[in-house]
């Protein structure tokens, strides 16, 4: 298990304040990422990932909803015909 370590800092790329119902605090600081992966038996494997940033967050490029992100990902995907192909998304 990795440890989690409390750090910040005003010039982090992509760092934003995003909302966290597991937490006792509301708001969390940090990267929040959309990904698509590849599960076979018992291996998962990361296949594509994009940083989500809310709108206002400096030097990101232009806003886009994790719903966008993840349609680009799905888009992006070369998958064998025929498969099975899950979709799963949070709740905010």
């Known amino acids: 298990m990795i440890p989690l370590v409390q750090k910040t800092g005003k010039k982090i790329p992509g760092c934003a304040w995003h909302k966290d119902h597991a937490q006792i ?9 959309v990904l698509s992966a590849l599960l ?7 296949l594509w990932a994009r940083l989500y940033h ?5 030097g990101c490029g232009p806003f886009q909803t ?10 992006g995907l070369r998958l064998p015909v025929p498969c099975k192909l899950y979709v799963l998304a949070d709740s905010w």
């Open 25 to 33: 605090w509301p708001n969390v600081f940090g990267h929040q990422w």
């Open 40 to 46: 076979y038996e018992d291996f998962l494997l990361p």
């Open 54 to 58: 809310p709108k206002g967050t400096r």
């Open 66 to 75: 994790k719903i966008a992100l993840a349609k680009k990902i799905l888009k």
